[in-house]
């Protein structure tokens, strides 16, 4: 039986600046040490800058510290200042769903950033073509208490940055056992990214003790967070058009996406 479909990669920590691609999107990890690092975010849409550690000049403004993370408009330029390590993440197309009513960067200490009142494990931002999921915990997840889901028509990427983790994945049985595939758990050190495609359901579990920070990715914008308030942003934003609901929330089917390029199976 072959195994579920997903991509996984580690980062190359010894490069100043090295990539892994997502669906539809880019991450970045980049790291000055003994020099400055400059920088122009692509012209696609508006980026995240995660900020591990450090300091960075954003048009103008200054991000110091850990866990700092920036929105910042498309074509940015950013300067980060030695010693700094940090993580872009970049649509790469022009995709934007969405313009901001508020000027940019935006800058968030997501350590003091509070989460919704209704879902306080996870903090939620969006920018005009993405979101993002932002999960933090100190220790190993309780096992007994794990969120296995899908997600209908869209992909799911998880860029672990703290932390070792498990991908818990399995593809839901149909009638025909010719397609069935086996459950997959990845061993996911950081920093690397997980792809997870349309359907399959997971759940990422932090092992080991010490800090454990994912960081899911989506493109577009959950357009469900945003219907139920859980987007801590959603006000900076106003839609461009008529949004593509999930299927549980349009009550009708909707086609899958693009199938996922370069995708890998039975690695981890």
């Not at 000055?32 to 995240?48: F, K, M, V, W, Y």
């Not at 800058?107 to 003091?112: A, G, H, L, T």
């Not at 993405?130 to 915990?137: A, G, K, L, T």
Request: one cysteine or more; hydrophobic letters at 35%; a neutral charge.
């Amino acid at each position: 039986m072959e195994p579920t479909k997903y991509f996984y990669d580690l980062f190359d920590t010894k490069a100043a600046s090295t990539s892994l691609d997502g669906d539809g999107l880019t991450v970045r990890r980049l790291e000055a040490a003994q020099r400055s690092l400059s920088l122009t975010t692509p012209d696609t849409a508006e980026a995240i800058l995660i900020l591990s550690h450090g300091k960075a000049q954003v048009t103008g403004q200054t991000i110091q510290g850990e866990r700092q993370l920036a929105i910042v408009a498309p074509a940015t330029d950013i300067v980060l200042e030695p010693e700094t390590l940090a993580y872009l993440v970049a649509p790469k197309a022009k995709t934007a769903r969405f313009t901001r009513a508020k000027t940019l960067p935006a800058i968030y200490d997501m350590d003091r950033l509070q989460p919704p009142a209704d879902n306080p494990r996870l903090k939620m931002l969006q920018t005009d073509a993405m979101s993002i999921n932002w999960v933090h915990y100190q220790g190993p997840r309780d096992r007994t208490k794990l969120s296995p889901h899908s997600h209908a028509d869209f992909s799911q990427g998880s860029l672990a940055l703290e932390g070792n983790f498990i991908h818990h994945l399995r593809t839901p049985w149909s009638k025909n056992a010719n397609e069935w595939r086996a459950d997959v758990h990845v061993d996911a050190a950081s920093p690397s990214l997980a792809t997870i495609p349309p359907t399959v359901e997971h759940t990422t579990e932090g092992v080991g003790d010490g800090p454990h920070l994912l960081v899911d990715l989506f493109h577009p914008a959950r357009a469900d967070y945003i219907a139920k308030g859980w987007m801590l942003n959603a006000n900076d934003y106003k839609s461009c058009g008529k949004q593509r609901l999930p299927e549980r929330m349009a009550g009708q089917s909707a086609s899958h996406p693009v199938a996922l390029q370069n995708m890998l199976h039975g690695r981890g």
